[in-house]
């Protein structure tokens, strides 16, 4: 089966850049989206086909997807940003959506 | 606006059986297909079920198909999800979620309801 295998954990500091990075089999052949989950809360959408924001998401969110591993970057993290991180794509030969594990993002 | 407001959670016996509904405000919910998605606590979301708009089409994970049944009621602009042979392991949050294009599918999700509680424990 089709798996996505994102680190478990990134750390950054204010202002700097994070990377969260998303892996799966020729996965730059699929569409990558992103959801960012705050706790409590449910998740909301910032990235979609691998680098479109949807309107409300501010421009610090950029993504790219190419090979085997699609990547979530976020310029000038802030304190906001902390949060989990989840790609996510279509697997058209088994007609699944997957999810990667998720990645705990540490502003600090 | 979008709104999508799930309910039906509770506590249930292994094996027994629940049913959720989702619904839907704001948009033409005949239009787009949606979608359930769980969380256990303290883990990852995990994809559980897709249906078309129509409601001709439906796709399950390997961990539910057999035992859940997604469906809609287009008249009541409500999404549902009957659960039964319920397990441990099926304890969870679980969101309903739309897909943002219009007439197909895109294979992820826009907007997403708040969540409610299943738990399976005896």
């Known amino acids: 089966s089709y798996e996505l295998t994102q680190p478990p954990s990134v750390s950054v500091?204010?202002?700097?850049?994070a990377s969260i990075t998303c892996s799966g089999d020729t996965l730059g052949d699929k569409y990558a989206c992103?959801?960012?989950?705050?706790?409590?809360?449910?998740?909301?959408?910032?990235?979609?086909?691998?680098?479109?924001?949807?309107?409300?998401?501010?421009?610090?969110?950029?993504g790219s997807n190419s090979g085997n591993t699609a990547t979530l970057t976020i310029s000038g993290t802030q304190a906001?940003?902390?949060?989990?991180?989840?790609?996510?794509?279509?697997?058209?030969?088994?007609?699944?959506?997957?999810?990667?594990?998720?990645?705990k993002l540490t502003v600090l | 606006e979008v709104h999508l407001l799930e309910s039906g959670g509770g506590l249930?016996?292994?094996?027994?059986?629940?049913?959720?509904?989702?619904?839907?405000s704001g948009f033409t919910f005949s239009s787009?297909?949606?979608?359930?998605?769980r969380q256990a606590p303290g883990k990852g979301l995990e994809w559980v079920s897709t249906i078309s708009g129509s409601g001709g089409s439906t796709y399950?994970?390997?961990s539910v198909k057999g035992r859940f049944t997604i469906s809609?009621?287009?008249?009541?602009?409500?999404?549902?999800?009957?659960?039964?042979?319920?397990r441990a392991e099926d304890t969870a949050a679980y969101y309903c979620a739309k897909d943002p294009?219009?007439?197909?599918?895109?294979?992820?999700?826009?907007?997403?309801?708040?969540?409610?509680l299943v738990t399976v424990s005896s």
């Open chain 2, 72 to 86: 809609r009621d287009i008249s009541k602009n409500t999404l549902y999800l009957q659960m039964n042979s319920l």
């Open chain 2, 12 to 24: 249930v016996q292994p094996g027994g059986s629940l049913r959720l509904s989702c619904a839907a």
């Open chain 1, 80 to 103: 906001m940003d902390e949060a989990d991180y989840y790609c996510q794509a279509w697997d058209s030969s088994t007609a699944k959506v997957i999810f990667g594990g998720g990645t």
């Open chain 2, 60 to 62: 399950y994970a390997d």
């Open chain 2, 101 to 116: 294009l219009s007439g197909s599918y895109t294979y992820y999700f826009d907007y997403w309801g708040q969540g409610t």
């Open chain 2, 32 to 37: 787009y297909a949606m979608s359930w998605v």
């Open chain 1, 13 to 17: 500091s204010p202002g700097q850049t």
């Open chain 1, 34 to 62: 992103w959801y960012q989950q705050k706790p409590g809360q449910s998740p909301v959408l910032v990235i979609y086909q691998d680098n479109k924001r949807p309107s409300g998401i501010p421009e610090r969110f950029s």
